[in-house]
């Protein structure tokens, strides 16, 4: 069962830090203004400058200071200097479309360069010993007003807030993984300016968010390793129009360039099974739930659309509810881990035992060679560069594979193949890097997509997995490190039973006051996941936080659900049905034909239409959907508080839903 077989990435989650803007612009199109013809670098004493869309950039040799000097005549300071000591720089050589120097004290050759508007940064690392470099330092522009970080969905926070500023709200003294946030980048607002960051070599690097003076910095510390594989460090730095979502929206045309932009519409004419993605909401199923009659009952609620998931327990739904959920036009599929690995003997959950003796033969082994331990010391990781190196002879994955779609199942969920905790494998039988686990877990998920055409979901997934996954449970949450310890009490949070109905998910729970305003205050919210993602995959929340299990954010999690236009999920199981069946079919009605039209368009357009940013409008393709969502109390141009109002290309007046109206 999901919460209990998979190997759930709560030590890396837990650190993955974001944040949200005071005001919001309109969204520039996602095909901006094309950058201006190539310059050659201007070198001039300790100084060189490169143009930049917006402008032209200045990095000081002697410190790594940039700064910019926008067409409009202001100066934006894009990085303070270098917060670990360079040394003496080298002469500046000029190339192509840049310039070159190095640091012969600190054994690093920078090399800077105009790509496509942004000013693109590149450090190696030519000696032999890991070292590390705190840099870009950004957020020391007194004229910064906002930073924003890729925390789950996205937040974007005024510099100077106290809350932020606080203890109580976790993010001052965090260390996050890039490697395992939902976006690798961060950005600041300044007014009609701002700054983009882009770090292509997440692997290694990690921000550190911090407070001077009672506002925030962010700082990039990367590792150069010659044994991990990270003796490269690349940081595209942009000028921006200020739009909170500016930099997700440069990540997005970053992924274009690259050729690393899914496409839903792509993904669902490979695996048609992906079109009933459209229009659904989530929910994983237990008990009579998983049964034929279950399903059948929820379509006579109905529900046309949903996405069932069960646990690999020894209760699978069976052929017959598989054949009753796709008759009905849903998605369903198993919950499985290729993570984790137990003695088959003592093994507590089926997807932790393996066959032949690939526990421990498999572990992923620490530099001491002792098997790296397993989620919440169960067993071990496992490695995937060990399931590929036995994949020719041996199709352990596949079998699994096979053997739990063998009822008819048309989708897929693997625990955190997409979550972005990497390992170095030190064993000698199958050594690894972390990029080279990346690049297996790519592989693995691109078979389930493409050679068995199964809509395939994994958790929190990072930007990376965008191109074989066409869902994932988490990235929608901007999860704070509270939430962990709130969900470890269980007398409050609840416990996993009854078996057929866990507390854990079923019993309502209320979040302590910081951990609900860090993670659910809309006026800190801001969509980059799916600026960046939206026609690409379907975002959802966290498996383990369901609608119904935190009543006084309901309304906010519906409005924010429609304002993203991504789906709500649920769990269902027993009689849940009697309790809460008629909202979630009236909440469904009227998110499934928005999500339809616009499930497979970009997100175009984010604006706050109030000063305190309780009122939100978003816009999909080219005004195929526009949603307003008022957060307030007050209504606002005819918008009561607590409502949201969606309008698709052609609707003469908007769809009105105020989800605390719904009747249950």
Known sequence: M???????????????????????????????????????????GHLVDLPVRGGTATVDTASLRVTAR????????????????????????ATADGARWTYPGSGLTVTVRADKGRLLVSVRSTGTADRTLQWPVTGADPAASALQLPRGEGLSIPVADTFW???????????????????PLWGYSAGRTGASYLVPTDIGTTLNVGSEKGRLRATAEHTFSRGDGTTDYTVALSLTDGSPVAPALDYRAWLKEQGQLGSLKRKMAAAPANQKLLGAFHAYVWGQART????????????????????????????????????????????????????????????????DKLY?????QKADKTPETGFHDRGCYMSSQAFEKAEPTHHYLADRTRKMTANGADSYFLDVDAAGELFRDHSDAHPMTKAQDRANRLARMKRLADDDHLALGSESAGAWANQVLSYDHGSGT???DGLWKAERDKKTWGGYTPAKAPDAFFKPAELPANVAKAMYDPTYRVPLFETALHDSLVNVERWE?????????????ALL????????????????????????????????????????????????????????RTVFGDGTLTVTANFGTKAHDGLPGGCVDAKLKGDKQARRLCPADVNR
């Open 165 to 183: 500023n606080s203890p109580e709200a976790g993010l001052v003294g965090s260390k996050s993984d890039m490697e395992s946030q939902s976006l």
């Open 478 to 480: 901007p999860v704070t």
């Open 545 to 557: 936080l369901p609608y119904d299990k935190l009543p006084q954010q309901k309304t906010d999690r």
């Open 360 to 364: 421990p033969d498999f572990c992923v």
């Open 561 to 616: 659900a429609m304002l993203y236009n991504t789906p709500l999920n649920f769990v269902i199981g027993g009689d849940s049905l009697e309790k809460q069946g008629s909202e979630l079919a009236a909440l469904q009605k009227y998110f499934a034909p928005l999500h339809k039209a616009a499930g497979t368009e970009p997100m175009t357009g984010f604006r706050t239409l109030t000063d305190d940013r309780t009122v939100q």
């Open 2 to 44: 999901p919460f209990i077989t998979s190997s759930r990435t709560a030590r890396a989650a837990a650190v993955v830090l974001a944040a949200t803007l005071p005001c919001v612009a309109l969204l520039p199109s996602a095909d901006a203004a094309p950058p201006r013809p190539a310059q050659s670098a201007r070198v001039h």
């Open 70 to 93: 926008t067409d409009a005549g202001a100066t934006v300071e894009l990085s303070a200097p270098a917060a670990t000591a360079l040394g003496t720089p080298g002469p500046v050589t």
């Open 292 to 355: 034929a009659e279950g399903v059948r009952k929820l379509r006579a609620l109905g529900v046309d659309r949903m996405w069932l998931g069960y646990d690999a327990d020894d209760n699978p739904m069976d052929a017959a509810a598989v054949a009753a959920a796709k008759k009905a036009g849903y998605l369903v599929g198993p919950y499985d881990s290729f993570a984790n690995g137990q003695d088959p003997k003592k093994s507590d959950a089926p997807t932790s035992a393996w066959p």
